[in-house]
């Protein structure tokens, strides 16, 4: 009975993460997406049906194999999580020419609204993440005013920016020394967000 409470679960959630991940490229916008959990919640329904079913159903096969009970749970947990898609895709019920059952189009609508969810969270994340580092450089260059126009320059140049064109953008902002870090550093961010956090800790460091 613990299998339908830890190891099948486990596995679902094993399995979804395995098939959008890739996608996402993303846990926390995963694991903190509503629909995400939605689906592992239907998903882990499927795969305790799966599983009780071919417990019941191969108990002579399994012991033919030889194995130790853990690795025929094993197996079985595998090929029910598998098997899971193919209850989805072939579980269908069809009136005439009118589908008033169709999980496989539920569970592609499901997940397409997983995904769209899950990647409108990883928006939110990263300019969450945008705004903090500005505001950790601001604060960095606001101390050391001096190193803004050589990282600037740097990042750009880095990034396929025409020299006179950086030039023009830092004598565009310049004036009062501090006044300029706001709009140089916002650019930075903007134009190259991991070279502007790598400016951050190596300057820390």
Do not use: C
Not at 57 to 69: D, E, Q
Not at 130 to 151: E, F, H, Q, V
């Amino acid at each position: 009975m613990n299998h339908l409470y830890v190891e099948v679960p486990a596995a679902t959630l094993l399995f979804l993460v395995i098939d959008l991940y890739p996608v996402i490229k993303s846990l926390s916008a995963l694991f903190s997406t509503l629909s995400f959990w939605i689906l592992v919640a239907i998903f882990t329904v499927l795969n305790a049906l799966s599983f009780v079913i071919l417990t019941a159903a191969t108990p002579s096969a399994v012991t033919s194999l030889h194995l130790s009970a853990s690795a025929a749970e094993g197996i079985l947990l595998f090929l029910s999580t598998i098997g899971s898609i193919s209850i989805i895709q072939s579980f269908s019920l069809k009136i005439a020419n009118f589908k008033p059952i169709d999980l496989d189009q539920f569970f592609q609508k499901t997940r397409a609204g997983v995904l769209t969810d899950a990647a409108s969270g990883k928006a939110k994340q990263e300019r969450k993440s945008s705004i903090r580092l500005a505001s950790k450089l601001k604060g960095y260059y606001t101390a050391n005013p001096t190193l803004i126009d050589a990282d600037y320059t740097t990042l750009m140049a880095f990034g396929g920016r025409n020299p006179a064109t950086i030039a023009a953008e830092i004598a565009a902002a310049s004036g009062d020394p501090l006044g300029k870090i706001h709009p140089l550093v916002t650019k930075m961010v903007l134009t190259d967000v991991d070279s502007a956090r790598g400016f951050l800790f190596l300057h820390r460091n």
